[in-house]
């Protein structure tokens, strides 16, 4: 049985993975609270230490005891006033991208726009072994109008961080920057 560990410092709670009590949910270990800022952000009170930790995980607290992990407030983009959370959007988009047998990677950002400040984008590593549209056309049916990407970009390979994640700002600027140097 596989468990998700969710980790700050030490561990601080779990999360059921597979097998009949699947859990959609992370579950605190013994003697630790959860409450959230303003910004929905978690916040963990750990007995040994006076001061809580504030993170910047977005989560849906349940109870004291129990969150879902939404994404990270670092990630979030405020497009035409409205706030998306990547991660959340991602996980659809995954599985759609499933359903056409796409194995690229890929992740959402903002990139600057005129009209709504920011707009969602779209970013694969590679290129695709299926049609531009197939693909829009999967998304427009699936996704609301605010979690539609306006804009599909590929590129070569991402920038990873030294421990193989994908740079999501450092790969962004790489994006900005080629565009710029098109012009």
């Known amino acids: 049985r596989a468990l998700s560990v969710f980790a700050l410092a030490n561990n601080i709670a779990l999360k059921k993975l597979n097998g009949p ?8 270990l013994k003697g630790i609270e959860l409450s959230l800022d303003e910004r929905n952000c978690l916040v963990i009170k750990v007995p040994h230490l006076q001061e809580k930790i504030v993170t910047n995980d977005l989560v849906d607290l349940i109870d004291v005891n129990k969150f879902i992990w939404l994404g990270r407030w670092d990630n979030v983009i405020n497009s035409g006033g409205i706030k998306i959370i990547p991660e ?8 759609m991208v499933e359903e056409l047998n796409i194995h690229n990677r890929f992740f959402l950002a903002g990139s600057e726009d005129e009209r709504l400040g920011s707009k969602l984008i779209l970013i694969f ?3 695709l072994n299926v049609s531009k549209n197939d693909l829009l056309d999967k998304l427009a ?3 609301s109008k605010y979690e539609l ?5 590929f590129i070569p390979q991402f920038i990873e961080t030294n421990t193989q994640k994908v740079n999501r700002g450092e790969t962004l600027k790489l994006i900005v920057n080629n565009r710029q140097s098109l012009l």
């Open 21 to 28: 009590t699947k859990e959609n949910y992370f579950k605190s």
């Open 88 to 95: 959340k959007v991602e996980s659809k988009i995954k599985l």
């Open 125 to 127: 590593e590679g290129e």
């Open 141 to 143: 049916n699936k996704l």
């Open 149 to 153: 990407p306006k804009e599909l970009c």
